[in-house]
């Protein structure tokens, strides 16, 4: 396993950690992935870390099973950390991020995006999920997108959807 560490550069202070378990071929640079956490988490105050790890489809497929009970590789997991207690001070773990590379090349693809514009999409989206957003209800579903819409926006990003 390959993993490096982006330094906390951000005015918010916010790590990022991203180890690959499969090839880095067509997955953005490390500090692209930073960038995007950085961006959606924009306006917090308190210091965080974000781990990301980039996996081939087995160990995609494995995620989802166990965690979510689907039986294939999907484009990104979220694993929420537990929140830190009141008062506590520091930075602390977020959660973690799974990106699937084969999936997300192969979505970029069939919706004619920018690959660069589908990871950093689902980056955002992922993050976003990090903070509590969900999409579970239609409601909640457009608060989300709106929210990842105008992220993106910042990045020169165009609508995904």
Not at 115 to 129: E, I, K, Y
Request: net charge positive.
């Amino acid at each position: 396993m390959t993993e490096r560490r982006i330094g906390s550069t951000s005015a918010a202070d916010i790590a990022v950690v991203v180890s690959y378990g499969c090839g880095r071929r067509g997955v953005p640079a490390p500090a692209s992935f930073a960038r995007w956490v950085r961006e959606a988490l924009a306006g917090r105050r308190r210091p965080g870390l974000v781990s990301i790890r980039i996996v081939d489809e087995d160990e995609g497929r494995a995620l989802n099973r166990d965690y979510r009970q689907r039986d294939y590789p999907t484009n990104v997991l979220s694993f929420r950390a537990d929140p830190l207690p009141k008062g506590a001070k520091g930075p602390h773990l977020l959660g973690d991020l799974v990106l699937c590379a084969p999936v997300v090349a192969r979505e970029a693809r069939e919706q004619g995006k920018r690959p660069a514009d589908h990871w950093a999409h689902l980056t955002v989206h992922g993050t976003l999920h990090l903070i509590g957003f969900d999409h579970v209800e239609p409601a909640e579903a457009e608060r989300m997108e709106a929210r990842e819409v105008g992220i993106l926006a910042r990045l020169g990003i165009a609508d995904p959807y």
